[in-house]
């Protein structure tokens, strides 16, 4: 056994799966749409190991994460689309060409003047630059250039949202501050509450109930982006606070050997507000 597996060892290891006499036949029967969903999973393991600082266990989730590039890496090299390597090869030709501030001849081994560095300013001026001559160099078939090119529709709709808003306000499309923001937003509930009445007469009728909370969920993003606060992670640290006290409660009713399922909500809700009460008490100190 080696004392030190490498990248190469790895991929090794991914071909022998994909063998179709002797691999795993979980692993021969994927292409590259089946194991999205994988992949998606494993970055949010590594987004909830890091939210939680549970470094050790951040290891064997990137571990978990480079095993899904690698396995894209193997298929493409059987539908000879590309391999991993050339995968490494376009990457690092890439961060070479957007760090000209860093690489500054265009080169792996060059090295920029400490003393003539650029600045902040000019170094996001440069990758603006450099990202839209990307975007332009490859335009989407059939679709009119946009500003908007290049944010994949296949995002999740919060983060899709953020880069719309971001990429917009870059262009001078954006609230002069926040005040507007929070206007908006209580504009857009009053808009979702009518919708609502409107569905309470006609059930049947619910798009127009889904396209006013896509607005106010779009909004509410708007608001983070200006808050400076990350909406996803907002909202995974708000999961993270309702999985706990809701768990506090099952406790708290387990030992005073009462059934959860059995209490009124009022009775549920008594016991939410005195974990919320041990929280800020917690939290005080």
Known sequence: MADHYTIDDLKHLMARLRDPETGCPWDCKQDFRSIVPHTLEEAYEVADAIERADYPHLKDELG???????????????????????IVDHLVRKLVRRHPHVFPEGTLESRVDPDNRPTDAEIK???????????????????????????????????RAEKLQRRAARHGFDWPDIEPVFAKLHEEIDELREAWDVAQRDPTDRDALEDELGDLL?????????????????????????????????RELASQ???FDEQSLEELDAIWQSVKGVEHAANDD
């Open 64 to 86: 978990d994460l480079l095993f899904q590039v690698i396995f894209y890496g193997q298929l493409g090299r059987e539908a000879g689309h590309f391999e991993f390597d050339g």
């Open 125 to 159: 001026a440069s990758w603006e630059r450099i990202k839209a001559e990307e975007r332009a160099a490859k335009p989407e078939p059939d679709v009119e250039p946009s500003r908007l090119d290049g944010i994949a529709a296949s995002l999740p709709g919060m983060a």
């Open 218 to 250: 779009f909004v509410c993003v708007n608001l983070a982006r200006f808050l400076k606060v990350d909406p996803e992670q907002a909202l995974r640290r708000t999961n993270r606070k309702f999985d706990a006290r809701f768990r506090a409660i099952e």
């Open 257 to 259: 050997g009462r059934e």
